[in-house]
């Protein structure tokens, strides 16, 4: 064991002095925040200038009301309006055409962000088009086809005589608040948001640590390899020795960054008085961290031994990367339904079990039985796989040249 400790302090020191695990160590983060904050901030940023909209409509019934609805609801931070709409006179269809024809054209001159056209019996269809060269623009879209169907729903509701005012009352926003009640009773206000990012915030965690060690360890191992000096270790300690030093150390180094990672979070939750997660939640979650990052580890030692050369190490890392990707494709279909038949099945297979339940935990806790199945499975398939590249670790550590085939590996797992 003491040689092993060597082994695990001498990676350790070496990989946490490297400059490339004290750029990961910060850059990470930032990577993480800015891939689940920035999108939504970029998305919800105000527009800096008005926007020209052009509007063909030959009822006469929209034109006036739409620009005051953009007006009411849609301002710049300056205070001006953030759309500014351009009627085109439409009282022959003649002059329907043409209206067409030069909001093209102020389009294309870019005079014009787009025009909405309909037709006569909008009052009756509800059918109108947007028409522009950047049909991406959801933000702006989406708000005029707000607008366009509370305008329509209001003009349909005074033609029968209702009040304006009771139609506003009746159409006024929906204030909505989604409260998580637990097992125990317990009610405990949860939005959408938080459980998300704390799904998603293990997910990347996992992603990241696993990815960086286990490639450092790939890594290692071919260096060591490629430079002779494993033949020296060999010739030192056993395999065995070697593999649960490199193991250690490479966890120790991944829980210096999970450390940090943790205060780091904990330290932005406190300030905005947001708890993310409970406490026995988080403990069940770094149960399934611990082991799955012990499995994930053996499955690199497992495919990285055999490894001569950079461009098999890349192969192998590119293969073992698709496996970590794989939960992202059920992360939403999971998240609105923690219970069904495909999240039950799911949590049993041990690639995905860490992830599933750190999707399946934060929404609705599943039940202690299958907790404790789950963690039962996930730890007997973390001490099978370190079991099995022990066994291939010892055998190919020195293997140079050819890389050992799948059945050869197999006969290799299997020998006594």
């Not at 739409?66 to 003649?94: H, I, W």
């Not at 003009?155 to 009771?166: F, N």
């Not at 030093?245 to 210096?256: A, D, E, F, H, R």
Request: one cysteine or more.
């Amino acid at each position: 064991m003491n040689k092993a400790l060597a082994v695990a302090r001498w990676e350790y020191i070496e990989k946490v002095k490297s400059k490339a695990f004290l750029i990961s160590l910060l850059l990470t983060p930032m990577i993480m925040l800015g891939m689940g904050i920035l999108p939504t901030l970029l998305a919800t940023r105000p527009d800096t200038s008005s926007q020209t909209i052009g509007i063909i409509d030959p009822s006469g019934e929209i034109s006036a009301p739409l620009s005051a609805y953009l007006d009411e609801y849609y301002k710049l931070p300056n205070g001006n309006p953030n759309y500014v709409l351009r009627p085109f006179s439409t009282r022959s269809p003649e002059e329907l055409v043409s209206a067409k024809h030069e909001a093209d054209s102020l389009v294309l001159d870019e005079q014009l962000e787009g025009y909405v056209v309909m037709g006569k019996t909008v009052m009756s269809d509800s059918a109108f088009e947007y028409h522009s060269q950047n049909v991406g623009n959801v933000k702006l879209i989406e708000r005029m086809n707000h607008a366009m169907r509370d305008i329509l729903v209001r003009k349909k509701l005074e033609a029968r005589g209702y009040d304006p005012s009771v139609i506003k009352d009746l159409s006024s926003e929906i204030d909505m608040k989604t409260i998580k009640l637990a097992k125990s009773g317990q009610e405990e206000e949860s939005a959408v948001e938080r459980v998300f990012f704390t799904a998603y915030g293990f997910m990347m965690m996992m992603f990241f640590l696993i990815i960086t060690s286990g490639q450092i360890l790939v890594r290692s191992m071919l260096e060591e390899k490629s430079n002779r000096v494993v033949e020296v270790l060999i010739s030192s300690c056993t395999a065995n020795q070697l593999m649960a030093g490199k193991v250690i150390g490479l966890s120790l180094l991944g829980l210096t960054q999970m450390g940090l990672w943790a205060v780091i979070g904990i330290a932005i939750s406190l300030k905005m008085a947001i708890t993310l997660i409970s406490l026995p939640s988080a403990g069940l979650l770094f149960l399934y961290f611990i082991f799955g990052y012990l499995f994930f580890a053996a499955v690199f030692i497992a495919a990285g031994a055999p490894v001569s050369t950079e461009q098999e190490a890349q192969q192998i890392n590119s293969y073992l990367v698709i496996l970590l990707i794989l939960p992202v494709m059920f992360a939403f279909t999971i998240m609105q339904n923690p219970n069904s038949t495909l999240a039950h099945v799911l949590t049993f297979i041990p690639f995905l079990t860490p992830t599933m339940m750190a999707i399946r935990i934060p929404v609705q806790m599943p039940s202690e039985y299958e907790i404790a199945g789950s963690l039962v499975v996930l730890i007997l398939f973390a001490f099978g796989a370190i079991w099995m590249a022990g066994k291939i670790f010892r055998t190919t550590i020195l293997l140079y040249g050819k890389r050992p085939s799948l059945k050869e590996l197999l006969i290799i797992v299997r020998a006594k």
